[in-house]
């Protein structure tokens, strides 16, 4: 799969993604995030937002969903679907990712890693290269 061009996957993303939104633990912000991970295999990982009471520890959603495909030794990303609102409430507002799960993306994927939204009735579909350019990762490194 060279891009993601199958609007039945997408569907099937931000599905998954809705039923990991489900299970967020979000009792500080009220507001509950669920994403889904394509693999290059083809394989599917969700992960939903856990929030602390030391609320620095919190773990977004994207981050969840990647670290669990990573621990079962995933490394080839295409997609992620987020989506992101009220507990308890419909999706209304696009949910883009922050800046740390953004760097999370940059070290697993290329910048055509494509990151799926809905505000509920439209779709966005944005390259992680314009999320987050000039990133610094381990090509900076490679050079010391
Ligand atoms: N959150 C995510 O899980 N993903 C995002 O893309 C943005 C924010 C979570 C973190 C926190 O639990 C709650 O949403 C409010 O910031």
């Known amino acids: 799969m060279e891009r993601l ?20 633990y979000c009792p500080y912000s009220g507001f509950s995030v669920g994403a889904a991970l394509l693999c290059a295999d083809g394989a599917m990982y969700t992960g939903c937002n856990i929030e602390n ?18 621990s079962e030794g995933r490394r080839e990303f295409l997609a992620i679907a987020i989506v992101g609102g009220k507990r308890g409430g419909p999706v209304r507002e696009f949910c883009a990712p922050c800046g740390v799960c953004r760097q999370v993306m940059a070290e697993f994927c290329g910048l055509d890693f494509e990151v799926l939204l809905t505000d509920g009735k439209s779709l966005q579909r944005l390259s992680l290269g314009e999320l987050l350019p000039h990133s610094f990762g381990k090509d900076n490194l490679s050079k010391v």
């Open 5 to 24: 061009e199958q609007t039945a996957l997408w569907n099937e993303l931000f599905q998954k993604a809705e039923e990991a939104r489900k299970e967020a």
């Open 53 to 70: 009471a030391a609320y620095g520890v919190s773990n977004c959603a994207e981050r969840t969903a990647f670290f669990r495909a990573v």
